[in-house]
């Protein structure tokens, strides 16, 4: 078993239920399997072969999945390759290479050179988006364009408004179900489907738990592709302010939307980023 499982079973149940998700993709795609240094790496293939390319980034405690709501607009004018991050509930490998040091920087180079990409636009989301950031920032030369969604690597990561939701958890299923709410922000009665896989998942999962590093001015500086960053005014688990903040002020050119009433879970902004894309 994998340590970033709780349990054989959890892991079993959790891969079981990914699986079935990806019979059900709402677009035909390809199941790529790319060989890293890291150890294998999943990537979903989607939408026309010849089209520009974009590498999708999900988040902690997710997968390639976390794009089912937009990939119908993602992939109508892109050819779109959703990575399962490694050390993530998905397909690809376990291993959980150092934050610091530039080994995941590393890792995507080997997934775009496996993938024949010389460049590529990058989006992603929380985790996926400091990835996506690291890239961008130590080889930006592969970052065609950057859209990043509720990323983390910006504003403070508010560990003590997180572990306060967590402990929530202890209260029972209702506890938990308030703890998903709380970390995702997401409370509407049509999200319910999406909270029960967040807190399926996490009562199965072990997460990374230290501090996504921070990029200092001067790497954010070098920026020049173009950017286009989303972020929720009620996000629990980063300050969008101070990331706002500090976009607007080291990175003059990117667009930079802040949605009001939303919390760290960014979805539906297909269509946005579809746009980004081809502009």
């Known amino acids: 078993m994998s340590t970033i499982y709780t349990s054989p079973g959890a892991e079993r149940e959790l891969r079981e239920h990914y699986l079935r998700e990806l019979q059900a993709w709402p677009v035909p795609a390809e199941h790529l399997r790319v060989p890293t240094g890291q150890g294998e790496t999943f990537v979903l293939a989607c939408g026309p072969a010849q089209a520009p390319p974009v590498v999708l980034l999900h988040g902690s405690g997710a997968n390639a999945t976390a794009w089912g709501g937009d ?47 010389t460049d590529t636009a990058v989006v992603g989301m929380s985790l996926g988006g400091w990835m996506a950031l690291d890239l961008a920032t130590r080889r930006p030369e592969r970052v065609r364009r950057l859209g990043l969604l509720c990323p983390g690597g910006l504003g403070r990561q508010s560990m003590g408004k997180v572990l306060g939701a967590l402990a929530l958890r202890a209260l029972g299923p209702w506890g938990k179900r308030r703890a998903v709410q709380a970390m995702t922000g997401l409370s509407a009665p049509e999200m319910r489907p999406v909270l029960e896989a967040v807190e399926r998942t996490f009562a199965r999962f072990r997460p990374r738990t230290e501090r996504l590093p921070r990029f200092g001015d001067q790497a954010l500086g070098a920026l020049t592709m173009p950017v286009l960053a989303i972020v929720g005014d009620r996000d629990l688990m980063f300050d969008s302010a101070e990331s706002a903040a500090r976009l607007h002020a080291c990175v003059p050119h990117a667009q930079v939307r802040v949605l009001p009433g939303t919390g760290h879970a960014i979805l539906g902004q297909g269509e946005a980023i579809a746009e980004f894309l081809t502009g």
């Open 71 to 117: 990939i119908a607009a993602l992939a109508r004018g892109a050819r779109v390759y959703a990575v399962d991050l490694i050390g993530e509930p998905g397909l690809s490998a376990p291993a959980r290479a150092p934050l610091e040091g530039g080994a995941h920087a590393r890792w995507l180079e080997e997934v775009l050179d496996g993938l024949g990409l």
